[in-house]
T-cell receptor
Framework: GAVVSQHPSRVICKSGTSVKIECRSLDFQATTMFWYRQFPKQSLMLMATSNEGSKATYEQGVEKDKFLINHASLTLSTLTVTSAHPEDSSFYIC????????????FGPGTRLTVL | GQQVMQIPQYQHVQEGEDFTTYCNSSTTLSNIQWYKQRPGGHPVFLIQLVKSGEVKKQKRLTFQFGEAKKNSSLHITATQTTDVGTYFCAGMVTNAGKSTFGDGTTLTVKP
């Protein structure tokens, strides 16, 4: 099946620093990728939709200047958490939609971000 | 905005018992998808339903999409300990381009 990777899997950083998370579709092209945030024992909250070659579409309440998204190629999207604070600590999951396979999303393994 | 409600939030069953989780949308959906997330893992795609009244089966799992395309269910027959995890539905409104996830139903199975 389709594989999506995320890097890093875990990151611990100091408050005020920026962290970049990569999401790659390994065996398919993805014109659309999604970034989610998941708190413990809660559902997935969509943060933004990343479209290759264009600006991301952010959900209401998500600060686009704080969560920078770049989707420069058909297989890579990045999420940069700028000036991270402890409240940004969370599990960030990306998903990718196979351009040739309808609306099915394939999820990456997630990145656990801890901001000290 | 679109809301997707999922019940129950938690379900504890004895191994061998059946399990059902329900998903209800406030608006008509173009499709609905089901995912399973094991503890500590990421969501894994199970199935997608598109047609009104559609029923699909995967071994012991039966998925249904309501006639009005506003509700769906996942039924597991004779649960096993390997079925533990959180089951999420995700509904997509026509032309929305994105899905809204339900809050999930966490299943625990006592051996």
């Amino acid at each position: 099946g389709a594989v999506v990777s995320q890097h890093p899997s875990r990151v611990i950083c100091k408050s005020g620093t920026s962290v970049k998370i990569e999401c790659r579709s390994l065996d398919f092209q993805a014109t659309t990728m999604f970034w989610y945030r998941q708190f413990p024992k809660q559902s997935l909250m969509l943060m933004a939709t990343s479209n290759e070659g264009s600006k991301a579409t952010y959900e209401q309440g998500v600060e686009k200047d704080k969560f920078l998204i770049n989707h420069a190629s058909l297989t890579l999207s990045t999420l940069t958490v700028t000036s991270a604070h402890p409240e940004d600590s969370s599990f960030y999951i990306c998903s990718a939609r196979d351009s040739l396979a309808g609306v099915t999303q394939y999820f990456g393994p997630g990145t656990r971000l801890t901001v000290l | 905005g679109q809301q997707v409600m999922q019940i129950p939030q938690y379900q504890h069953v004895q191994e061998g018992e059946d399990f059902t989780t329900y998903c209800n949308s406030s608006t008509t959906l173009s499709n609905i998808q089901w995912y399973k997330q094991r503890p500590g893992g990421h969501p894994v795609f199970l199935i997608q339903l598109v047609k009104s009244g559609e029923v699909k089966k995967q071994k012991r799992l039966t998925f249904q999409f309501g006639e009005a395309k506003k509700n769906s269910s996942l039924h597991i027959t004779a649960t096993q300990t390997t079925d533990v995890g959180t089951y999420f539905c995700a509904g997509m409104v026509t032309n929305a381009g994105k899905s809204t996830f339900g809050d999930g139903t966490t299943l625990t199975v006592k051996p």
